[in-house]
Structure formats: structure tokens, C-alpha cells
């Protein structure tokens, strides 16, 4: 069965305090690895789609990373608007294209 | 552009009721998905719309949740008769392309289940 497994649950950092997040995922094949970002009340907006082991993305502060078994969203001197949920989703292959499978997120709070 | 909107934002009804969600996927937005997430649980996959077309309904709970796309525009998801277990969000999301592609969520419909 494909699963999805984020860590941690929970992050707390100071601003300018550099982390990562991790997306861990077991699958029978990947299509594509998405993150996305959640405010309070707000749908799932979308950062990265990553296809392939190896590929990297980058926006603003924040940098997505793929490798066979995990994908991790680097957080670089992050500021107290960076403060959200990140989703982590997955397209497996043998599913249908658009049938996305979820991490539970994490809570990222950067406190000024 | 306009988003993807949903409505209400918030439902709250009593066990047994039947309640009706509506999305409105963005302009020239062939895919339409609804998901749920409910307390404590990831956002969980319920359906796939190509146009007026179920692609996949795998992720259906039961047959208490029906879902409509009359013309290939707006969506429906009416829940029938509620049960406290379908209390959370739902989201909409829609894509233009049939393929891996980034989707546009909804604001999502809050379900209260009493």
C-alpha cells in the first residue's frame, strides 16, 4: 500500500533559523512527489512537483529535494510569514493521474 | 483568474440530514477532485471529474455521498443522510491538463456533523 509519512509533526524555529522538513514515502512507483503549503482556513496552495530522484526546486526561501525513499523541503533563514502547514502528496503510479495521496503535514511556526 | 471557490464554508446539520456542498472548479478546468480531511487525518482522495465524467470514485466512503458535474462545469457533493463519522473539510481542487499536474485547491467546506 502507498504511504506517505512527514516529520515532524511539529517545528518550531526562530527567524533566520535555517531547517528541513522530510517527506518519507513508500510506493510501488512514483509519478510525481508534490508539496504544498496550507494556512489556517485556506486550501492547499502549491509550491513544487518533483518527477524524478535527483531533481531539485527552488523558490524564494525554500528548496525541494528528491530521492528514492524521501523528499525534503529545506527551509533557508525563514521568516514568520513562512508559518504554515507543508503537505506532502504523492501520484503513484498504478493509480489514477489525478488520485493524490497525502502526508498529515507539518506545522512549521517561525517566531520573530 | 478566479480560484476554485466552494460553498458554504462552513455546514452545520444534524445526524440524518442531507447536506449538499457546490464547487466551482477554475474557468477551462476539464478535472475536478474532491478530497476530505477529517480531524486528526490526512487529506484523503474522494473522486475525479474529466468533464462531466466520474474518471475515478475509488475514494468514495459509501453510498450515502453522491456526486454530480452536470455539464462538465460545477460539481455537487451531496451527503445523504449525514452520519457524525463525515464531519471535516472538503476540498475541491481542478487541473486543466490529464496529467501529473499541479491542482488548485478550493478554500474547502468545513462539515459539522451533530
Known amino acids: 500500500e502507498d504511504q506517505v509519512t512527514q516529520s515532524p509533526e511539529a517545528l518550531r524555529l526562530q527567524e533566520g533559523e535555517s531547517s528541513s522538513l522530510n517527506c518519507s514515502y513508500t510506493?510501488?512507483?512514483?509519478?510525481?512527489l508534490f508539496w504544498y503549503r496550507q494556512d489556517p482556513g485556506k486550501g492547499p496552495e502549491f509550491l513544487f512537483t518533483?518527477?524524478?530522484a535527483g531533481e531539485e526546486k527552488e523558490k524564494e526561501r525554500l528548496k525541494a529535494t528528491l530521492t528514492k525513499k524521501e523528499s525534503f523541503l529545506h527551509i533557508t533563514a525563514p521568516k514568520p510569514e513562512d508559518s504554515a502547514t507543508y503537505l506532502c502528496a504523492l501520484s503513484p503510479s498504478g493509480t489514477s493521474y489525478g488520485k493524490l495521496t497525502f502526508g498529515q503535514g507539518t506545522i512549521l511556526t517561525v517566531h520573530p | 483568474e478566479a480560484g476554485v471557490t466552494q460553498f458554504p464554508s462552513h455546514s452545520v446539520i444534524e445526524k440524518g440530514q442531507t447536506v449538499t456542498l457546490r464547487c466551482d472548479p477554475i474557468s477551462g478546468h476539464d478535472n475536478l477532485y474532491w478530497y476530505r480531511r477529517v480531524m486528526g487525518k490526512e487529506i484523503k482522495f474522494l473522486l475525479h471529474f474529466v468533464k462531466e465524467s466520474k474518471q475515478d470514485e475509488s475514494g468514495m466512503p459509501n453510498n450515502r455521498f453522491l456526486a454530480e458535474r452536470t455539464g462538465g462545469t460545477y460539481s455537487t457533493l451531496k451527503v445523504q443522510p449525514a452520519e457524525l463519522e463525515d464531519s471535516g473539510v472538503y476540498f475541491c481542487?481542478?487541473?486543466?491538463?490529464?496529467?501529473?499536474?499541479?491542482?488548485?485547491f478550493g478554500p474547502g467546506t468545513r462539515l459539522t456533523v451533530l
Open positions: 518533483l518527477y524524478s
Open positions: 481542487a481542478s487541473t486543466r491538463t490529464s496529467v501529473v499536474d499541479e491542482q488548485f
Open positions: 510506493v510501488s512507483g512514483l509519478r510525481g
